[in-house]
């Protein structure tokens, strides 16, 4: 319980307001005690002169003044006072005082001077004979005979008396219901304090239980309760509780994507290890027969072997490498490096690439040339690879006397590249999923099921890294068009 948040107000509320209450009882009694001393001096101020100026001490010698019939008089003004007779160099002669009550034999002279100049500062305090370690309020004059200083009349205003009705005047009533005021007024505002510590805890204590509680396994979990509609008018909670919020929105939205992701690299690791393992089951077959088989095959038959076995050994490898190059693609280092090329004669170069392959099945392959086309700004490489993907998607799914024809425009701000075959085509079912990778598709082509791969898949995440999209069109038997769009190159 104590290391609640609203505990800890409490205890520090309470510590701060025990502190503040002896800080203004110690504060208020020091008060009355200087107020008091300053009524006693500035009331008392001209008693030292006037006892002085009294005949029984006019031009008189300081050794014969008569301190008891002095004494007998001021008593009856004021008892409390104390009378000292000092000499000129402040030591005491004799004093009204008990015997064995004073402790001093000496009175430092700087307060009685700075009295005597008038520079006074009420309370103006002094050395008190009884008590060496203490001061006093006072009244003082000098001491003449026939014009000469002999002395001094040093009078403590409330002698050892004083503290005597100090006390008692703390002690009083109107003390007593001051105290009471006080301790009342702090107690009130003790339980005000803590009455608005709970009132503004209270939300954030239900923010806590609800962060104790969330669990990410029960998306059903409401904040609705702690949440403001607009954080930027609440306080510093509300604004907490809307970050909270939003927090689980967001870890909510990446745990679906987390199981997306995790469906997809399931997905993924079935069909490559379906793929790969097609492949290489064919080629451990071949190779096993050859071994066998070795000195009763026919130099024809294992050319025939051996052609198969190359066969399957380019495609595993083909394979692989557009895994790494995909796994590439989607990794944070990759960087387009942005450059102007011309997109046409990058095309003559792709497509000479596969003019061997494109004239052995006997496809024409045609570039549509426009002078006025702009320069494409985007990464030569990258570029490339999608053509070439593109490309060799169009000749593995049309046949023989089949056209394949690139064509170039701008449209809205961007280049446009559009790859058009006359093959098969593609199901309508199967247009949305053609670039998921190893998605299987059906092409018309002699009713087999053919396996897109990742070409498709890599120039569709190449697009994307450029921040442009690929369209498919098809219709069955008519062939299919896929378009891509490039950004432009102006020069500055």
Not at 61 to 79: C, Y
Not at 309 to 335: G, I, M, P, W, Y
Request: with cysteine; aromatic share 8%; proline share 3%.
């Amino acid at each position: 319980m104590i290391k609640s948040l609203y505990t800890k107000l409490a205890i520090s509320l309470l510590v701060l307001f025990c502190l503040l209450g002896i800080s203004i009882f110690t504060a208020t009694q020091y008060a009355v005690d200087m107020y008091q001393q300053e009524i006693e001096q500035r009331l008392n101020r001209n008693l030292a002169r006037q006892i002085v100026d009294h005949e029984v001490l006019r031009d008189q010698r300081i050794s014969e003044i008569p301190l008891k019939d002095i004494f007998h008089m001021v008593m009856v003004v004021n008892p409390s006072i104390e009378i000292y007779l000092l000499d000129q160099t402040g030591k005491i002669i004799t004093f009204s005082a008990p015997a064995g009550k004073v402790k001093r034999d000496h009175i430092n002279l700087e307060p009685i001077k700075k009295w005597l100049k008038g520079d006074v500062s009420y309370p103006l305090t002094g050395d008190d004979p009884r008590n060496p370690g203490r001061k006093k309020v006072f009244s003082v004059s000098r001491i003449p005979e026939r014009g000469k200083l002999q002395g001094y009349l040093y009078v403590i205003l409330g002698g050892e008396s004083f503290d005597t009705i100090s006390q008692k005047f703390k002690g009083s009533y109107i003390i007593k219901l001051s105290t009471l005021w006080i301790v009342a007024s702090l107690f009130f505002a003790l339980v005000t304090g803590l009455i608005l510590f709970a009132h503004l805890t209270r939300r954030l204590k239900r923010l806590a239980t609800v962060m104790d509680s969330f669990d990410m396994t029960k998306p059903a979990t409401r904040l609705q309760s702690i949440t403001c509609k607009n954080s930027r008018k609440g306080d510093e909670i509300d604004r907490l509780a809307f970050t909270f919020s939003q927090l689980v929105d967001r870890l909510k939205i990446q745990m679906e994507n987390l199981k997306q992701i995790d469906s997809l690299r399931r997905d993924l690791i079935a069909n490559v290890s379906h793929d790969l393992r097609t492949p290489l089951a064919t080629l451990h077959g071949y190779i096993e027969t050859m071994s066998i088989k070795n000195n009763t095959l026919s130099l024809e038959e294992r050319q025939h072997h051996i052609s198969i076995a190359l066969q399957h050994c380019k495609r595993l490898n083909k394979l692989v490498d557009e895994l790494f190059e995909l796994t590439k693609l989607d990794s944070c280092e990759t960087k387009v490096q942005y450059e102007p090329f011309n997109i046409t004669e990058l095309t003559h170069d792709v497509v000479q690439k596969f003019k061997l392959s494109a004239k052995k099945k006997h496809i024409i392959i045609q570039i549509d040339h426009d002078q006025d086309l702009p320069f494409a700004n985007a990464d030569v490489g990258m570029i490339e690879r999608v053509l070439e993907n593109l490309l060799d998607n169009a000749l593995r799914h049309t046949s023989e006397g089949d056209l394949i024809r690139f064509s170039f425009n701008v449209q809205d701000g961007d280049l446009a590249v559009c790859i058009r075959d006359t093959g098969s085509g593609i199901p309508e079912d199967d247009l949305p999923y053609i670039f998921d990778r190893f998605y299987k598709r059906e092409r018309i082509q002699g009713s087999q099921i053919n396996q897109s791969g990742l070409g498709l898949a890599i120039a569709k995440r190449i697009l994307e890294l450029h921040r442009r999209t690929i369209i498919v069109e098809s219709t069955i038997g008519s062939g299919a068009s896929f378009t891509f769009f490039l950004p432009i190159f102006y020069p500055v």
